[in-house]
């Protein structure tokens, strides 16, 4: 009898243990695949690529109103990678803790930095509400900045 409750023990030890392997195995295919979480629409992100194969999502930091400046902030601080591999971002880079979207193409940011794969709000936390560019919006800008630039240049020859 005492034999069979020892063998019983062990069975349900065993047991557990590997449900929890299995479990964590789930956890670390649910970061790899973060990008099915990622509530903005296409064309609103850049996909960054590096050499390793791996990529991030980032998004301009561009309120209205403001110049581009060329301030990304990364939406999730791993990257994509092949399967096998993990990799970080750079830690310190600007991420975004949390994001909300919101409407008419803006979303409401609170930004943090990288560190070991994860963003950590900045202290004291800094929220903001940030426009979304779409596809060709950054080229379509500059466009419109050359021809005004242009403009200009012409106005300056017929006042000569």
């Known amino acids: ?8 023990v062990i069975l349900i030890l065993e047991i557990g243990e590997r449900t929890m ?19 903005l629409p296409p064309g609103t992100y850049i996909n960054v690529p590096d050499e390793k194969g791996c990529s991030y999502k980032q998004i301009l930091d561009y309120s209205e109103g403001e110049a581009l400046m060329g ?4 939406l999730t ?42 963003c950590i709000p900045d202290s004291p936390p800094h929220s903001r509400i940030i426009t979304l560019l779409e596809e060709g919006a950054e080229e379509e800008e500059e466009e419109e900045a050359e021809g005004e630039e242009k403009a200009e240049g012409e ?6």
Do not use: F, I
Not at 71 to 74: A, E, I, K, R, T
Not at 155 to 160: A, F, L, N, S, V
């Open 77 to 118: 601080c791993t990257k994509s990678c092949p399967p096998g591999q993990k990799r970080n971002v750079v830690d310190g880079n600007k991420c975004t803790a949390t994001l909300k979207l919101l409407t008419n193409g803006t979303v409401d940011v609170t930004v943090g930095s990288c560190a070991g794969g994860s």
């Open 21 to 39: 392997c299995s479990k964590s195995g789930s956890t670390s295919s649910a970061q790899e695949n973060e990008d099915v979480s990622n509530p």
């Open 1 to 8: 009898m005492l034999l069979l409750k020892l063998t019983l």
């Open 71 to 74: 301030n990304y902030l990364v």
């Open 155 to 160: 106005d300056e020859e017929e006042e000569e």
